[in-house]
């Protein structure tokens, strides 16, 4: 695929997977709506790189960045106070990092789409 066929490839570290559901996600928004949802969803968008980063720090310094990151307030509390629920709850995250990173970006592609939705009309 070309970038310029498919505009979410110039995402950083972008997943088949996420390409098919971003794709199907605004397959009804109009050219502008789409160029308005790519602005919005790039700003609010993790990539799983981020996740394993932030995960790796939370193992060695403070638990819990990851869940702050995506947006999980009370976990991200937890594992700050329970050092990663005894470090099991961070070797987790380190396995399904991806699978964090995905659940994010869906939420915010849903999120995005509704403002750009809304806002374009």
């Known amino acids: 695929m070309e970038s310029n066929n498919n505009p979410y490839m110039s995402f950083r570290d972008v997943t088949g997977e996420e390409l098919i559901f971003l794709q199907q996600a605004t397959n009804d928004l109009t050219d502008e709506q789409k ?40 976990m991200g509390i937890l594992y700050f106070f329970t050092g990663g629920f005894c470090f099991i709850g961070t070797i987790v995250d380190l396995i399904n990092h991806k699978n964090l990173a995905n659940e994010y970006n869906r939420k915010m592609a849903y999120e995005s789409y509704q403002i750009a939705k809304w806002n374009a009309q």
């Open 35 to 74: 160029r308005y949802f790519q602005m919005i969803y790039a700003g609010k968008r993790k990539s799983a790189q981020d996740i394993l980063i932030f995960t790796l720090i939370g193992f060695f310094c403070i638990a819990g960045i990851q869940r702050f990151l995506t947006g999980q307030i009370v």
